[in-house]
């Protein structure tokens, strides 16, 4: 009996760390700018099939869920990502597909298709955010970490106006939260000291 409780406060302590550590990463170098005009940029994921994957429809819906529902933003959606197959459609457009078909949304859409990695998700999406007030990213929380950490290294200008997008609530893929925080910590072991705080400098 001692045995099986010290093994579910493991698992209690585990997945409490999950939690914390993708609310915390859902939280980092963001801040609280203003303004009417907002772009949330959905980073795709590799989609070799001709339908969005699981993960793309999860990141298309963090993506719809962090538009600012209050009626006096402007606000366009960024779908990122070029094609995985020769001749294949584009991670963007599978995404916005299933934005527009099981979604419904009806709102402004723009695709970039050309990126392959998530440096280039920035670096072409950047020329669709310059008249933007607020910036979201949608993915998720370290891959969208990672992702505001390179738009602060190639505009740090465009980085402050980073605000939090809706990629993590609590209890949300909770069994699996602790593999993506030791997913999240390898692929972010390259960020430096001042990308892991939580506000933006």
Do not use: C
Request: net charge positive; charged share 25%; no cysteine.
């Amino acid at each position: 009996m001692r045995q099986r409780t010290g093994v579910a406060a493991a698992g209690v302590v585990v997945l409490a760390w999950g939690e914390w550590l993708n609310r915390r990463w859902s939280r980092t170098l963001v801040g609280d700018n203003g303004g009417d005009v907002e772009a949330v940029v959905v980073l795709g994921y590799r989609n070799p099939q001709p339908t969005a994957n699981f993960i793309n429809r999860w990141r298309v819906r963090a993506g719809i869920r962090s538009i600012t529902d209050d009626g006096a933003h402007d606000t366009r959606v960024i779908f990122s990502g070029g094609t995985t197959t020769s001749g294949g459609v584009s991670e963007a457009q599978l995404m916005a597909d299933y934005a527009r078909s099981v979604l419904e949304f009806g709102g402004t859409v723009l695709l970039e298709e050309e990126s392959t990695t998530t440096w280039e998700n920035v670096t072409n999406v950047i020329p669709l955010l310059e008249d933007v007030n607020r910036i979201k990213i949608a993915s998720q929380p370290a891959h969208a970490l990672k992702a505001r950490a390179y738009l602060r290294r190639q505009r740090p200008d465009l980085a402050k106006r980073l605000v939090r997008a809706d990629d993590h609530r609590p209890g949300e893929w909770l069994i699996v939260k602790p593999l993506l925080a030791l997913y999240g910590l390898w692929t972010l072991r390259g960020l430096k000291p001042d990308e892991r705080r939580t506000t933006p400098g």
